[in-house]
Every structure is written in C-alpha cells, then in structure tokens.
C-alpha cells in the first residue's frame, strides 16, 4: 500500500547517510585490514576497481530507473518487477528481502565485535570466555523495539548521529600514526600484490562493503522527490564512498605491517587517536547504522511484495501489506524482519550463508544493470529518464556482476540461480496471468532485428546466398484441421521460416477487426498445444485472391523474403481446389516455389516413411522435393521415419537415373541409403497414379512433382486419383535448386 503524499516526508540526505553508512560500515573496520595484510596493497586497490565495475553501473542504473516514474515503496525492487514484470521481480525481490533481513543480524553480529576489549578482559580475568549472543541478542532486541516503535521516522534521526560518530572515527583515524610509519618506505612504486590465488576469497568477504550503495533506495516510498534524491543520494554516496576506501587501504598499507594486518581484526584502533576507543565506537556506529538501515529497508521491500500479492495466501499478502495508520509504516512487515533477523543473531555466525547473500546481491544488481541496457536498445515511448546512463556501463556491470559471482564460488552462484529458478517457478504457478519479462527482451530483440537487415539491405547483402524455405500459408480451415500448420512447422522445425495467415472473409472494419483477435488468440491457444515454430497471424480479405495478393508482398518472419508458397485443400472434398489453381500464376508471378497440400482425414502416422515419387518430367522439381523431404524428416515428430525416393523412368534410362540419384545423395550428404532409392521402369497402360497409389498406400506423407504446363491443360484432375494415399504434397518448384 503506498503511502499517501503528506506522509513522504523524507529529501536526499537520508538516502546518503543510509547508503554512505553502509558502504563505510562493518567491513571497512573489520576486514579492510585482513585484505591488504593478504593481497597487498595493489590486490585490494583491484578488489575495489572490480567491485565498483558492478556498483557504480548499477548506482547509475538506478539512477536512471528511478527518474522514468515515481519510485513507490520497495526501491529495488519496485523497479525491478515494473520493468521485468511481477513474477520475475517478485522472485528476485523474495531474494533481496531475505538478503536484507539477513545482513541485519550480520551488522548486529558485527556490532558486537566493538566489545572485543571487554571479551578479552573478562577471558583474562576470569579465564572464561562470553559468548557474542550476551551482546547481539540484547542489541537486536533493543533494534527491534525502536523500529517497531518509532519506525523509519526515529531511524532516519539516529542515522544523522551515528553518520557523525563515524566520520570522527575516520578522520581521527586518518589523522593517527604508528612507529611503523616512522620507519615505512611504502610508497605506490614499491606496493605489493601478493597471494593472486585468494583474489576471490577475499573478494568475496570484501564485497557486502560495497552492496550499501543501494540501501538508501528502499527508503523511496517515503521521499518527496525519489526522482531527485535517488540518483543524487545512491551516485554520491558510491564515489565518496569508492574515494575513502583508496585512503583507507594505503594508511593501512603505509602504518602496519603486514603480519600485524593479518593478526588483529580491529588494526585500526591501533593507527586512530584514541584508538581504543574511538575505533570500538566508530565500528558500533557504522554496523548500527548499517543494521538500522537494513531494518528500515527490508519490511518496505516485503511490504511491497504483498501489496502485489506475491504470495498465495491473500490474508498474508493482507496483513504484511497493511501499514500503521497514522504513517504507513510496515508494522507487520517489520515484526517478520526483526524475528528472521533473530533467528540468525541467535546462531552467531552467518558466515555460512555471507556468500549466497553476497550472490541473490549480485543477482540484483546484474538485474538492474540489465534492465537499463536493454532499454537502451528497445524501451518504450514511456520510458523517459531524466537522468540516463550509457548502454556500455549498463552492459559492463551486468557481465561484471555473472562473471564475478562463478568466480567467487561456482557452488554458491549456481546454488543461487537454482533456488531463484524454483521460487520463480512457483510464482509462476500461481499466478499464471501475470507476464512482462517477454515485451522488454522482444523489443530490444526488435529493434536488433530491424537494424540488422537495414544493414544487410544497404550493403546488397540482404538475400541469402544458400536456399531455404521461406514460406507462406493461407488456410480458411484453421479451425476445421490443422495438417497446414504441421507442415509449415516441420518446415520451420530447424532449416526453415514459416508464416501462416489464418483468414477472415469479409471487408476490414471494426468487427472483421474484432473477430481477428478473437479467431487469433484461439488459434495461438490451440496450437500452443504443438511444439511451435511458425508465426501465427490473420488476414482479412474479401476474396481469396486479394489475400493471396496481400500475404505474398510480405515480409518472411525473419526478415528475409518469402520463397514459398503453400495451399490446402481437404482430399474428401476438394472444391478449393479450383481455387488454388486460379490463382497459380499469381504466385509464380513474384517467383514463388508452389505447393499444394492434400489434406487426407486418415490419421498422421509419423513412424511411416516419407516417400518422394519423381517422375522424368520433374527436371526442376526433383532437387526441391528431395531437399523438402529432408526438411521435414528433420522434425522429432519424423524421428522413426525414413526417406524413400521412388522414381519413374523409362527402361533405357534406369542405369543413368539411378547413378545420378546415388551420387546426389553421397555429395549432397543426405540421410537416405541406397537400398531406399527404387527406380521404377515406365509400363505402357499403367498410369503413374496406379503405380503411387500401390506403392504409397501407407506413406506417412507423400510428395509428388507437377508442371505448369500440365496443371493449365489437367486443372483439378492433376492431383485427383490418388484415393489410396493419405497426406499428398505437390510440388512445383520456381527454378532448379542446388543441393551442395
């Protein structure tokens, strides 16, 4: 439920500190030394370039996501699931919030390393050594109370506090020396990059550094202006953030030497003025506040799943939804967060799940990153950014954020993608009706597409040099059968691109309108059933000629013109056959391969063979039948049948025509054996339909050659007689084709 507008309350500062607060939290005090004491100086200058490829596109993307349209409650995730559609960005948003809420009991664990001079002293004192829960336990307690009391309001306050409390902490720490710097001769000529194979190791401890630059975006549900304080809070917070850690490294490197740097985890106390004190204080500061900032964040993110009714229960997406009255805070989704926050605290180590929460981040932002490339290429009209990044950034930050997350480990970013992948898979389930990752791919596919042949049509090289059917089918019987479209998607299975014009008789208006998108959704449903390849469209026309004359000036699906073009007819009653026939030189006239398909009501028997009948009068036909039935032999539908090729000619020609047929074969590498190949010698008073229809009579399809001269001297009677056979598919092709 979004807030209403004199609830958002909140300008820009508040997302800097939330995010600055973060970035410059647990990490840095903690593990910043450890990393230059491993890698060296250089390896940790490189850990922060690498990790900043990832957050710097991704602050950028955000930046320009969140000034397209008002950013509601949710941050991350409200951007993610308006551009990749509700199931995609409820999955990867069921992720973040359980990153979120984990990396609150992470910072409080955190927390409670500030303490370490009290653990130490009551170890010396009473050789007894306290557990961390003695600290944490009360702390998230305490953290739990005033954010369900008080809410983002009071949390906002307190981070203006611990942001100067540790800011102290640095400059005080900036400003202190060691004996060991006395006598240093570090400088940048002589720095070292030690222990390259623990690069990724200590990257990946090194990384949720980085991941608070996006923390202040959960926050936009309650900014005046999230177009504004978004870009400006997250992009300054992530340099100022990215410029301090190079200051932070080289006063480590420069002051301690590396075997101290590997030893104590709190090396900072010992550079600082007042470090034992001011260091301790500082580290409480920043893993508060990063805690702080995590509790804040994570109850929006849920509260914005529910109010999309991301989970299946509507009284829970109810509930979670709900907000207090008087401010719209997330009551309800905050007690979840704290109590899973507990869970975790209670345990005392959420080392074994830092690396997946590292990867569902990673998953995040490569997401972001990508969401701004692709609009980039194929956005719509809507989207109108006030502040837009560069495709290359978007881009390098998405490959960064994969190619990063198999490194650090295979295991948890496979781990990662494999339990997205099922939650995505169970949303899915449940809410079937909801899409919206297909239009942003489709459009950048589109708009790719439509370049690329602009391109290859300017430079001439925009027709295929090696055929393959392009082909268009026109069927008034969609409904009635569907052996058209199974033959156009046999053809387009693998080797070819296919059409098919469902079409609507009658003038275009309104209704005839109206009933293409009735008649087109139906047909799409009724033959999702089939594995498809073809595209799917209808045509209103008032005359089968006028459709025909429209269909064949289209483009093919893929771009490239249409080659083919294919007719049906029903064998048991082929009045449509005067039809076709009508219009046979309309299509040859634009060059156009003819076929006619005879629709037979026996069953499709797929583990029957494929036979090709070609006769002496078939010089041009014989290459495209041949190839046509290799084609379609090629679908798993035909995966049992095989290619047989009878053909008929006269007794003195047997020898000739038979090695002709052999050779085609072996040089054209097609998958049809000599023992399938028949020659049939011409008998005087037997027709060549006798002998097809003894020979074919249990074909799973047959194809048969015609000429043009004999259609306009036989007309319908041309394809009539073969009773005996089921499927026919005659073919009359344009030109020779080559089979290489």
Not at 703 to 723: C, P
């Amino acid at each position: 439920m979004p807030a209403t507008t004199s609830t958002k309350k909140f300008g820009t500062a508040p997302v800097f500190f939330t995010a600055i607060s973060t970035i410059l939290g647990a990490i840095l005090f903690l593990r910043f030394g450890f990393a230059v004491g491993s890698l060296g100086f250089w390896g940790v200058i490189l850990i922060i370039l690498l990790g900043h490829l990832v957050t710097i596109p991704t602050a950028m993307a955000i930046s320009e996501l969140a000034t397209n349209k008002r950013v509601e409650g949710g941050g991350e995730y409200f951007i993610i699931s308006r551009s990749f559609g509700l199931n995609i960005g409820a999955t990867i948003g069921i992720a973040l919030f359980f990153s979120q809420a984990i990396s609150v009991a992470f910072y409080v664990i955190a927390f409670t390393e500030a303490f370490e001079p009290l653990f130490n002293l009551a170890f010396s004192t009473y050789g007894y050594l306290l557990p961390r829960q003695i600290v944490s336990v009360p702390a998230m307690l305490f953290l739990s109370i005033l954010i369900l009391k008080k809410g983002a309001n009071l949390g906002v306050k307190a981070l203006y506090f611990v942001v100067a409390v540790l800011m102290i902490s640095l400059v005080l720490f900036f400003f202190g020396s060691t004996d060991h710097a006395l006598v240093s001769d570090f400088s940048l000529m002589n720095a070292e990059f030690r222990n390259a194979d623990q690069f990724f190791i200590v990257f990946a401890i090194i990384f949720p550094a980085f991941t608070g630059m996006t923390a202040g975006v959960g926050l936009s549900g309650d900014l005046k202006n999230p177009s504004k304080s978004i870009p400006v809070g997250t992009t300054s917070a992530t340099l100022l953030g990215m410029i301090v850690y190079f200051f932070v490294v080289y006063k480590l490197a420069f002051s301690v030497s590396s075997a101290d740097l590997m030893e104590n985890q709190l090396i900072m106390a010992k550079i600082a003025i007042g470090g034992s004190l001011v260091i301790p204080l500082g580290l409480a500061a920043s893993t508060i506040s990063s805690a702080l900032g995590s509790v804040m964040v994570a109850p929006r993110t849920l509260q914005a799943l529910s109010a999309d009714r991301s989970f299946p229960s509507k009284k829970v997406n109810r509930w979670l939804a709900k907000g207090r009255k008087s401010d719209n805070e997330p009551i309800n989704a905050s007690l979840i967060t704290c109590v899973i926050a507990m869970v975790f605290v209670v345990l005392g180590d959420v080392n074994a799940v830092a690396q997946i929460i590292s990867m569902f981040f990673m998953v995040t932002y490569g997401s972001l990153c990508l969401i701004s490339f692709l609009n980039h290429f194929g956005s719509s009209p809507s989207y109108r950014p006030s502040f837009k990044s560069k495709w290359v950034f978007s881009l390098i930050g998405f490959v960064t954020s994969v190619w990063v997350m198999f490194k650090i480990s295979f295991l948890y970013a496979f781990a990662a993608v494999a339990v997205m992948s099922l939650i995505y898979l169970f949303i899915n389930r449940y809410h079937r009706n909801r899409n919206g990752i297909e239009s942003i791919f489709l459009n950048a596919l589109y708009q790719l597409n439509r370049n690329m042949q602009v391109f290859l049509q300017k430079t001439g090289k925009g027709k295929a040099r090696e055929w393959r059917p392009s082909a268009i089918c026109i069927s008034k019987e969609s409904f009635e059968r569907d052996t058209a479209f199974k033959l156009l998607n046999w053809i387009s299975y693998k080797y070819g691109f296919g059409t098919y014009l469902h079409r609507i008789e009658g003038y275009y208006s309104k209704a005839t309108y109206l009933q293409s998108k009735v008649e087109l959704e139906r047909l799409i449903k009724s033959f999702d059933k089939i594995e498809n390849h073809v595209y799917v469209d209808t045509i209103i026309s008032p005359s089968y000629t006028s459709a025909i004359a429209q269909a064949i000036q289209l483009p093919g699906v893929a771009g490239m013109e249409n080659n083919m073009v294919i007719f049906e007819y029903d064998k048991g009653n082929p009045d449509r056959l005067d039809l076709i026939i009508d219009n046979y030189s309309l299509a040859r006239a634009g060059n156009f391969d003819f076929c006619i398909l005879g629709s037979s009501p026996r069953k499709l028997d797929f583990t029957s063979n494929i036979h090709v009948w070609i006769k002496s009068s078939d010089t041009d036909n014989a290459n495209l039948m041949i190839l046509l039935s290799f084609i379609i032999a090629g679908h798993s539908d035909w995966k049992k049948a095989d290619i047989k090729i009878f053909n008929i000619c006269k007794k003195d020609q047997a020898d000739e025509t038979r090695k002709q047929l052999d050779d085609l074969v072996v040089s054209g590498r097609l998958p049809i054996t000599t023992s399938n190949i028949e020659i049939i010698h011409e008998q005087e008073n037997v027709s060549s339909k006798e002998v097809i229809n003894q020979r074919s009579a249990d074909a799973g399809i047959t194809i048969i050659g015609f000429r043009g001269e004999s259609l306009k001297h036989e007309k319908a009677e041309l394809f009539k007689g073969y009773d005996q056979l089921g499927n026919i598919l005659f073919i009359n092709a344009n030109s020779r084709k080559l089979i290489e």
